[in-house]
């Protein structure tokens, strides 16, 4: 997978995450199940996890000072796929 289609992807499935929240009705929107989040709090949750993604991927000298950098040569995404699910 290159990294445009990765970036398409993870846009792909944010977009229809919150458009299936968004679609809830009230009562659904706002429920919580033994005191775990509700669909309200998830949305946001997404939401202000990918507030910061524009600033900090143009920036790769940010990713390396707040990440520092690997120290094995880098995987591509089936590589990693592999190795998450061995």
């Not at 929107?29 to 005191?35: D, I, L, N, R």
Request: aromatic letters at 12%; proline letters at 5%.
């Amino acid at each position: 997978m290159t990294k445009q289609e990765l970036i398409k992807t993870f846009a792909d499935n944010h977009c229809t995450a919150i458009s299936y929240i968004r679609s809830l009705p009230e009562s659904h929107f706002s429920f919580s199940y033994k005191e775990k989040w509700t669909a309200g709090q998830q949305l946001k949750h997404i939401l202000l996890t990918l507030l910061p993604f524009p600033k900090v991927l143009q920036s790769k000298d940010f990713i390396a000072q707040k990440f520092g950098t690997m120290e094995r040569a880098p995987w591509d995404y089936d590589a990693g796929a592999k190795t998450i699910s061995a």
